[in-house]
Each structure stands twice: as C-alpha cells, then as structure tokens.
C-alpha cells in the first residue's frame, strides 16, 4: 500500500525567509501533484511533477521530484503571508486502472509578519 | 469552464439518521473521486469511478457507505446509519483520464462539511 509523508506537520516562519517541505513516498510513482488549501475551502492544484528531476516554479513556490529517492520538496523563497495554508502532496499509483492518488497529511505553515 | 459542483456545502444531522451528498464533475471528464478529508488530516480516498464503473472503492466502508454514478456523470454518495466519527469534509473531485501516461490532474469541488451530533 501506497505511503505519503510530509514533514514537517506544523511550519510558523517570519516573512522573508526560505523554508522546505518534503514529501516521502512509499512505493514507486513517476506522479507526483502539490496542492494547496485554504481553511474552509478546497484544494487548489499547485504543480504536477511527471518525472525524475521535474523542477517547476510558479512565484515563490518551487517544487522538484527525485523519483530514485522517492521524494519530493516544495521550497518556499522569501515568504509572505498570502502564502499561510495547508500544502499537501498527493502520489498517484501506478497499477494500471487503479491509479489511486494518496494524500499526504499535509503541512500547516503560517507566515508570521 | 466551470468547476466540480457540490450540493449541499454544510449538513447536519443526527447519528443513525441517513444523509446524502451530490456531485457535478467537470463537463467531460471521464473519471471522478470522492475523498474523506477528516479534520487536519489528508483526503481519503473512498471511491473512484471511471465512467459509471467503479474503479477502486477498497476503503469505502460498504457497510454504511454507498455511491453511485448513473450515466457515468453526477454522482451521489450516500450514508446510512450515520457514527459520529464520519463527521467530515467530503470532497468530490474529478479528472480527465486517470490513464498514467496522460495528465491526470484531479480538480476538486468545494466540498461538504458534514457534522453527526
């Protein structure tokens, strides 16, 4: 069975500063998505990762893939306080017709001002 | 385009008491999800359907727990008797094509936030 780790749970970091979340996975997958959710609301979609080495970077997010390691991080640069939410990464199976997407259980982060 | 709609957003109700909850995938979309997101946890996966075919629904509690998608478009998931510990959002989400070698990225609905008092 499909595992999905992320650490850390709870992250408070003062805005302006850089921070990582990683996300460890049990078995092989070569799909890896993170998303982003706000209280009371649903899930956004951040990035999806399809392959070793994917690298992808959308404002002062970045998030990378390392398939042998079976990890992923999400790297935050110069934070600010928009970006306080729970960040989940979530690892699709790869048994054919049931590509289950696992959930990690999510990092809290809040962006201190 | 318009997103995966939920109905209803908030519901209460009473334990043993039967609830129902509805989704509306994104028009086109061959595969949907329901996922329990209990409070500060990760959604759970509890059935996915491909078309109106059940893909996986290996922890959906078969007990009390039932969905359907009649025509292979919206979908309903239904419980009957109601525990406390099924207090939760539950989220529908649907995608293109779970095939692994297209994108398979699952967009999600706003989700209903039941509570069992």
Known sequence: ?113 | EAGVAQSPRYKIIEKRQSVAFWCNPISGHATLYWYQQILGQGPKLLIQFQNNGVVDDSQLPKDRFSAERLKGVDSTLKIQPAKLEDSAVYLCASSLDPHPDRNTEAFFGQGTRLTVV
């Open chain 1, 1 to 113: 069975e499909l595992k999905v780790e992320q650490n850390p749970l709870f992250l408070s970091m003062q805005e302006g500063k850089n921070y990582t979340i990683y996300c460890n996975y049990s078995t092989t997958s070569d799909r890896l998505y993170w998303y982003r959710q706000d209280p009371g609301k649903s899930l956004e979609s951040l990035f999806v990762l399809l392959s070793n080495g994917a690298v992808k970077q959308e404002g002062r997010l970045m998030a990378s893939l390392d398939t042998k390691a079976r990890l992923s991080t999400l790297h935050i640069t110069a934070a600010v306080h928009d970006l306080s939410a729970t960040y989940f990464c979530a690892v699709r199976g790869m048994v054919f017709g049931n590509e289950k997407l696992t959930f990690g259980t999510g990092t809290r982060l809040t962006i201190i001002p």
